[in-house]
């Protein structure tokens, strides 16, 4: 017999594990579903930056192991990217680490900082991965804080301990779509200097995925000592490369580093590559290039058809101008697990709300990540529960 770590006891089990073999009887069955559970993008990625990638695979030295802390040609870009973008000043060569993707950034940082039993302030919900991947796999403590949706999913900053040895925080957020005005960036700044040996984690991975004139700040505009992270994922529906950035106070930055020097050898040059002509390709305004501008359109539109479908339903929902979720709360008489169910049976896949925290029990998740006639198919599917 295996015995496993005690921390593996304390990872929650797979939620959705029963929902997807559902799914797959249903499948079989040759009935139709629609999947708006999953945040994945059905956009393909832009042709200019597929091209890339298999412009920079010629290259001589495509082939050699890269570097931990990531190509420093790709971290001059992302500094200039910071200031046309949020202007704010990094510095290449010591504020900046390219990433397999945030999420392997935001576990990994916490292996760098969490002692056992440190406690971690987690928002609740909120992607797993800040209490799972990264506290409870560092043996440390997450301390769920609620968000409330008559507080616009805000955390109450005033929940916040000196006793925290990192918060994790997310604007625009998964899984509620929420944004933070610039007062509670502010709020927080002012609470995190008064706290300066708490680490202040902002995981932006949807600054990007904006709507109607919105424009998501960084959090280093705020407070210089913390860290931040992002994503190319939802910036060019690119999930699957895996790629993305951590920018942040040097001495944050090279703990992360010197973690991922023990586990990996860093993002392939030629992806790294291509995610620095897209961040080149942002003007001096910090504007984004026309192909991201189409696919905001698109989600944009999705996000429209979506919350005026819940409104039929009589459904209340987070209203957002980002990220592509709807978060939403389930009609009277239904908890998440049993709506997201009957909706299966409807063949709609949809994700229950306790799977991202407590607070999320009576909630479910859209997805836009299907085209507008899939989505008001399933409002259609959704009105005959």
């Known amino acids: 017999m295996f015995f496993r770590a005690n921390r593996m006891q304390k990872l929650p089990p797979y939620l959705f594990a029963g929902l997807e073999a559902k799914a797959e009887e249903l499948k079989s069955k040759g009935i139709d579903i629609i999947d708006l559970g999953i945040g994945d993008p059905d956009l393909p990625p832009p042709k200019i930056f597929t091209d890339a990638i298999k412009a920079f695979l010629e290259l ?5 192991y890269p570097t931990s802390i990531g190509d420093l040609e790709v971290r001059k870009s992302i500094a200039r990217w910071m200031k ?28 760098a900082f969490v002692n056992s039993d440190d406690q971690v302030a987690v928002p609740d919900p909120a992607y797993p991965v800040y209490a799972n991947g990264a506290t409870i796999l560092s043996d440390g403590i997450p301390v769920y804080l609620p968000l409330f949706q008559k507080n616009q999913m805000l955390l109450d900053v005033d929940l916040l301990d000196q006793k925290f040895k990192m918060v994790y925080l997310n604007y ?18 002012e609470w995190a200097k008064s706290n300066s040996e708490t680490i202040v984690v902002h995981d932006n ?11 998501a700040p960084s959090w280093l505009q705020f407070y210089e000592n913390g860290i931040e992270f992002f994503s ?32 990996d050898s860093g993002a392939p040059l030629f ?4 995610m620095k002509q897209i961040l080149d390709m942002y003007d001096e305004y910090g504007n984004p290039p026309q192909i ?34 709807v978060w939403t709360k389930v009609p009277d008489g239904w908890d998440d697990l049993t709506f997201t169910e009957a909706a299966l049976e409807k063949g709609v896949i949809l994700t229950p709300g306790r799977g991202f925290g407590n607070q999320g029990k009576n909630y479910v998740r859209f997805a836009l990540t299907q085209s507008t006639e899939r989505i008001l198919a399933a409002i259609q599917r959704l009105k005959t529960l």
Request: glycine share 8%; hydrophobic share 40%.
């Open 232 to 263: 190319l994922s939802k910036m060019v529906n690119a999930t699957g490369f895996r790629i993305g950035f951590a920018v942040g106070h040097p001495e944050i930055i090279q703990a992360l580093v010197k973690v991922k020097t023990q586990l």
């Open 205 to 215: 991975a949807y600054s990007e995925l904006t709507f109607y004139g919105y424009k």
């Open 292 to 325: 991201i501008l189409e696919n905001l359109n698109v989600y944009g539109e999705r996000r429209n058809v979506m919350e005026q479908g819940l409104t039929q339903l009589g459904m209340s929902f987070v209203k957002s101008p980002a990220t592509f979720y």
């Open 84 to 111: 046309v973008k949020f202007q704010v000043e990094v510095d290449p060569k010591t504020q900046i680490c390219v990433l397999i993707g945030a999420k392997e950034g935001l576990a990994n940082l916490a292996r």
């Open 271 to 274: 992806i790294q590559l291509a």
């Open 172 to 189: 625009p957020n998964n899984p509620t779509g929420a944004i933070a005005t610039n007062e509670w960036f502010s709020q927080l700044s």
């Open 60 to 64: 001589p030295n495509a082939h050699l």
